[in-house]
C-alpha cells in the first residue's frame, strides 16, 4: 500500500490524506462517547484524547526541543488555533447531537471567505457571495429558525460554532507554509490542544463534572493506546501535510467527506434523529462548500443553453 502511495502525484497524495482526515473526524464522536459512558466523564475524555497522543511525540520532542523552542511564533499560532478548535469540536460531540455540532462547525467556509477578505483582501466574488447565503441558510435551519430560534440552542452548539470560527483561523495560517512542518504541526498541536482540553474540562463551561479516578482511566487506556496511533496521530498528521499543498477550497470540499461519515455513523449507532430538517442542513451547508467549483460548470451549461436557443 505504501508503495502504490509513494507513486502517486504529491497533490493526488495531499487529496487523499485530506479525504482520510476527514473520515477520522466523521467518526471521532464514537470513542469519545464510549469512553464517557466508560467513566471519562464529557470534557475529561477530550483531555485524554488530547494527552496520549501527546505522549507519543514526547521522545521526538525532546530532541527537537530547541528547534520547536525557538520556532516562528506563526507555528504557536497555528498549534494554538487549531488546538482550541479542535477541543472546542470535540466537546461539541458531547454536548449536542453529532450532527449538529458538524453542521456548526462547517460553517468554516463563511468564516474563511470573510477572514480572507479582511486579512489577505481577497475579494468576495458572485460565487463566494452565493456560498456565504447558502451556509447561512444551513445554519438557520439546524438552528429551527421556523421556531423563532436565531441562536444556537446550547453550550454544544456554541462549541461547534465557534470551533468552525478558530478553523477559519488556522487554515488562513496554514496558507503560508509548504507541507514540511506537519511533525512540528502535530507536537504543537496535541500540546496546546492538551492544555486547552484541561482548561476547558476545570471551566464552569463543561458544567460539574467529575475528575475521572485512575480506574476509569486504566480501563479504557488498552483500545485507546491501539485508537490514538491507528486514528487521531495519522488523522491530523496526514491534514497538517496535506492542506498546505492544495487550494484551501478544495481542502474544504475534501475535510467535507466528515459531514456524510458522521451524519450516517450518528443515525446508525447514536439514534440520533436524522429527518428533513438535518438533510436539508447537510445539503445546504454541502453546497455552500461545493458553490466556488461548481460554478464554473453551471456559467458553461448557462452558456450552452443561451447559445442553443440562439441557434434555434
Known amino acids: 500500500m505504501r508503495e502504490i502511495f509513494s507513486k502517486l502525484d504529491i497533490v493526488t497524495q495531499a487529496k487523499l490524506a485530506c479525504i482520510y482526515s476527514g473520515v477520522v473526524w466523521g467518526v471521532y464522536w464514537i470513542p469519545l462517547r464510549l469512553m464517557d459512558q466508560a467513566g471519562v ?66 460553517l468554516t467556509p463563511i468564516w474563511s471567505l470573510l477572514l480572507a477578505r479582511i486579512v489577505l483582501g481577497e475579494v468576495i466574488t458572485p460565487p463566494r457571495v452565493a456560498a456565504i447565503l447558502l451556509g447561512i441558510a444551513g445554519m438557520l435551519v439546524i438552528l429551527r429558525i421556523d421556531q423563532g430560534t436565531l441562536l444556537p440552542g446550547n453550550i454544544g452548539d456554541w462549541m461547534g460554532l465557534l470551533a468552525g470560527l478558530g478553523w477559519a483561523v488556522a487554515a488562513v495560517l496554514l496558507r503560508q507554509d509548504d507541507g514540511s512542518h506537519a511533525h512540528e504541526f502535530s507536537t504543537l498541536y496535541f500540546f496546546y490542544g492538551t492544555l486547552a482540553a484541561i482548561a476547558l474540562a476545570l471551566s464552569p463551561i463543561a ?54 461519515v458522521a451524519a450516517i455513523t450518528a443515525a446508525l449507532w447514536a439514534n440520533e434523529p436524522f429527518g428533513v430538517r438535518e438533510l436539508s442542513g447537510v445539503v445546504l451547508i454541502s453546497l455552500a462548500g461545493l458553490t466556488e467549483f461548481l460554478w464554473p460548470s453551471m456559467q458553461r451549461l448557462r452558456r450552452f443553453v443561451r447559445s442553443g436557443k440562439q441557434s434555434v
Not at 56 to 70: D, E, G, S, V, Y
Not at 226 to 233: D, F, M, R, T
Open 207 to 260: 458544567g460539574e463534572i467529575e475528575v475521572p479516578d485512575i480506574e476509569a482511566i486504566w480501563s479504557v487506556l488498552p483500545w485507546f493506546m491501539v485508537i490514538g496511533p491507528v486514528l487521531l496521530i495519522p488523522g491530523i498528521y496526514a491534514a497538517f501535510w496535506g492542506a498546505p499543498h492544495l487550494n484551501p477550497g478544495v481542502v474544504g470540499l475534501l475535510f467535507m467527506t466528515e459531514i456524510s
Open 41 to 106: 466523564y464529557a470534557a475529561w475524555s477530550t483531555v485524554l484524547f488530547y494527552a496520549v497522543p501527546f505522549l507519543f511525540f514526547l521522545p521526538w520532542t525532546a530532541r527537537q526541543w530547541l528547534r520547536i523552542k525557538n520556532c516562528r511564533k506563526a507555528w504557536h499560532w497555528i498549534g494554538i488555533t487549531t488546538g482550541c478548535s479542535l477541543v472546542l469540536y470535540a466537546n461539541a460531540m458531547l454536548y449536542t447531537e453529532v450532527v449538529r455540532a458538524v453542521l456548526l462547525y462547517y
